[in-house]
T-cell receptor
Framework: KAGVTQTPRYLIKTRGQQVTLSCSPI?????VSWYQQTPGQGLQFLFE???????NKGNFPGRFSGRQFSNSRSEMNVSTLELGDSALYLC???????????FGDGTRLSIL | QKEVEQNSGPLSVPEGAIASLNCTYS??????FFWYRQYSGKSPELIMS????GDKEDGRFTAQLNKASQYVSLLIRDSQPSDSATYLC????????????FGQGTTLQVKP
């Protein structure tokens, strides 16, 4: 069974640009959660989607947004990139959101 | 007070010893508790989940939960050098489907 797939693995952007990250969950999983991991703040919850609806949102500015498609694949968008957005962005999936989450390999975003 | 707290370590144990990793949480409504292992440069990998008070064993790993004390721990028996990693405690509060709150992680070093 394929795991959670995140693309791309690495991204380099400059300040002010925008970026879109993609996540394909484990087959059959309908809940997709996004996290940001930095050395200083650790793993922080961004948002969670289920059946194309955002059910939970963390304390991030509106520059961070996401969506989920009917096949449960999810995308995360960050607009007007700032240096502080440099981080590892992790996607995790579970069947409904109540079960243990399984993580993808992440997208490492570097802002120059 | 952080929502989920862990001693950052490093915790150093000799090969073959028992490693004890601890985690406290502040939300009494927390219902689900997870331990993840993260090797340097990799994404978190699920080790254990626990939902009710008491012990849960899986191979060399034992998770312990005490909701009255708001405390969860992970014991690793017969520690191996390959267990050297950062161990993340994650908590899901009731109603917050798909949202995990992570501790900062404890770095474990197992010395041959």
């Amino acid at each position: 069974k394929a795991g959670v797939t995140q693309t791309p693995r690495y991204l380099i952007k400059t300040r002010g640009q925008q970026v879109t990250l993609s996540c394909s969950p484990i087959s059959g999983h309908r809940s997709v959660s996004w996290y940001q991991q930095t050395p200083g703040q650790g793993l922080q919850f961004l948002f969670e989607y289920f059946s194309e609806t955002q059910r939970n949102k963390g304390n991030f500015p509106g520059r961070f947004s996401g969506r989920q498609f009917s096949n449960s694949r999810s995308e995360m968008n960050v607009s007007t990139l700032e240096l502080g957005d440099s981080a590892l962005y992790l996607c995790a999936s579970s069947l409904t959101g109540d079960e243990p989450q399984h993580f993808g390999d992440g997208t490492r975003l570097s802002i120059l | 007070q952080k929502e989920v707290e862990q001693n950052s370590g490093p915790l150093s144990v000799p090969e073959g010893a028992i490693a004890s990793l601890n985690c406290t949480y502040s939300d009494r409504g927390s219902q689900s508790f997870f331990w993840y292992r993260q090797y340097s440069g990799k994404s978190p990998e699920l080790i254990m989940s626990i939902y009710s008070n008491g012990d849960k064993e899986d191979g060399r790993f034992t998770a312990q939960l005490n909701k009255a004390s708001q405390y969860v721990s992970l014991l690793i028996r017969d520690s191996q050098p390959s267990d050297s990693a950062t161990y993340l405690c994650a908590v899901r509060s009731g109603g917050n489907t798909g949202k995990l709150i992570f501790g900062q992680g404890t770095t474990l070093q197992v010395k041959p």
